[in-house]
């Protein structure tokens, strides 16, 4: 089973973050070694923000290591159902439609979700498989 990596491992491993680097780099270690790791253009695009070139974000993230995969458009759709129950229930700009494209993108494929932010993605598409610091910690 492939695992959909989130921004946040991603850019914790990128700036060396000092409280999440270990935990971030340590599981995508531990994943590589038995499943692919996927991003989608939602990921890439979230994490270039931080650079002014797309070479350094390509070997950042190399394809040999981060394969990529397109977001289906059934994921799309059930992003926006999930966003608009969300927004119904009064749910504050805390979270973003990106969170819930990246979510449903891991349900709708049957992908694991890495993320050390899982209250979301829980609560929206309760029978994902997350791993985040609360299920795997170091």
Do not use: C
């Not at 409280?19 to 991003?39: F, H, M």
């Not at 994490?47 to 993230?61: H, K």
């Not at 997350?130 to 910690?137: A, F, G, L």
Request: charged share 25%; aromatic share 10%; no cysteine.
């Amino acid at each position: 089973m492939a695992v959909l990596v989130d921004t946040n491992v991603l850019v914790d491993v990128a700036v060396r973050d000092a409280k999440w680097l270990d935990w971030s780099r340590g599981q995508l270690l531990r994943l590589a070694r038995n499943e692919p790791l996927v991003i989608n253009p939602i990921i890439y695009s979230e994490f270039s923000v931080r650079y002014s070139d797309r070479d350094s974000v390509d070997a950042l993230l190399p394809v040999s290591d981060f394969h990529r995969e397109s977001l289906p458009w059934t994921a799309a759709f059930a992003a926006g159902v999930a966003f608009r129950i969300y927004r119904l229930a009064g749910g504050g700009r805390e979270r973003v439609l990106p969170d819930f494209l990246i979510g449903a993108h891991a349900a709708i494929r049957g992908h694991k979700i890495l993320t050390r932010d899982p209250i979301g993605y829980r609560s929206y598409f309760p029978d994902l498989d997350i791993i985040s610091p609360d299920t795997h910690p170091l």
